[in-house]
């Protein structure tokens, strides 16, 4: 049976090439929104009964600010906000509220987020010292102020928060397969996702606690520059002479661990930790990255090993083709991000 003017081998080759040209476009469009889905914040400080401050720190896409706009049920928020300003990647707007409704007891709405793939955290400190940390989500994009008792740091609103980050974080994700293309399932590949984990959660504490800053234009750009080196590596022939990266990964992924980490707290510090528990929410955000992380170490792990079983019944997918082709959709996004961030510094 003949299929296109050609055999059914042929058709296969086009069917696999129309694939790989659907998994490129996917990688081209991640590129564009790489790190974009950033929280929100609401944080509000009360000086005395009635008296607060109010800052809304809204994510910016290019030039655009998202669509959102917070409310409280007391419509305090609903007038012009007494001071605006730009940060890098957010727009700040702050409210002065003097002599108005008690904030315990109202609900807290953020309009826009029903329809968006973002979060907002809320943090309230009250006159007497007391913290509320929270998150709305677009499921639920209100919440009433129960002020009335102390309460601590929510468990889940920073664990959420770096699981999040990370499945959202397409170069981080990127960077992580590539470790798991080129070394495979082997105690090598848990001795280098362990190096890579103890370097980045190193540097994360490091920098979101203020002991060490660096740039934040300039740690993208060397993630990025990271995801291209790991995919040079993947698109070397395999009889090529071992580099320091094939004979010891676990190095590399510790190096290049640092940055990553260096990258998540500038995630982080866009958001803050709440005062008082900066400690407890920079471990629990540290334990949401690594969940998100084995989520998705789990999940590629399990679509090799299919790919493995279903390959030798493709026999125009040899080795050449299987090395080269996640190589060059890995390194091509990489290479884009690369100079859209160097632009950028």
């Not at 329809?115 to 309230?124: E, G, I, K, P």
């Not at 990127?174 to 105690?187: D, N, T």
């Not at 890579?196 to 540097?203: E, G, K």
């Not at 750009?221 to 790991?230: H, K, N, R, T, Y």
Request: glycine share 10%; aromatic share 8%; with cysteine.
């Amino acid at each position: 049976m003949r299929l296109w003017g050609g055999d059914r081998k042929a058709g296969a080759r086009a069917t696999c090439w129309l694939l790989l040209g659907l998994l490129w476009s996917l990688l081209s469009l991640s590129a564009a929104v790489a790190h974009e889905v950033r929280p929100a914040l609401v944080q509000i400080v009360e000086t005395a009964p009635g008296s607060y401050d109010v800052t809304w720190k809204q994510p910016v896409v290019g030039d655009m600010a998202l669509r959102l706009a917070p409310h409280l049920s007391s419509g305090v928020l609903d007038r012009p906000p007494t001071g605006e300003a730009d940060a890098p990647g957010f727009l700040v707007r702050t409210w002065q509220v003097r002599g108005g409704p008690p904030l315990d007891g109202q609900t807290l709405s953020v309009e826009g987020l029903a329809q968006s793939v973002t979060d907002v955290l809320l943090r309230v400190t009250t006159a007497d010292g007391r913290t509320v940390n929270d998150v709305l989500r677009p499921a639920a994009p209100s919440r009433r102020l129960a002020l009335a008792a102390p309460q601590g740091l929510r468990v889940p609103a920073y664990v959420s928060l770096g699981i999040e980050h990370i499945l959202t974080g397409v170069d981080h994700l990127l960077f992580v397969l590539g470790l798991l293309l080129l070394i495979g399932p082997s105690w090598r590949l848990v001795k280098a996702i362990t190096a890579f984990t103890a370097a980045h959660s190193i540097t994360l504490a490091l920098a979101a606690l203020g002991i060490v800053h660096f740039p934040a234009a300039i740690i993208e750009a060397l993630v990025a520059l990271s995801i291209v080196f790991v995919a040079c590596e993947l698109a070397r022939p395999a009889d090529a002479p071992p580099t320091l990266t094939r004979r010891h990964p676990w190095v590399i992924a510790f190096a290049f661990g640092l940055l990553h980490g260096l990258a998540f707290a500038g995630a982080l510090s866009q958001v803050g930790l709440p005062p008082g528990a900066a400690p407890q929410a920079l471990f629990l955000f540290n334990v949401g990255v690594e969940i998100g992380q084995l989520t998705f170490i789990g999940a590629a792990l399990a679509v090799m090993a299919f790919i493995r079983r279903v390959r030798p019944r493709l026999g125009f997918v040899g080795d050449g083709l299987a090395r080269v082709a996640p190589a060059y959709g890995i390194g091509g996004a990489a290479a884009f991000w690369l100079i859209e961030r160097i632009a950028a510094v």
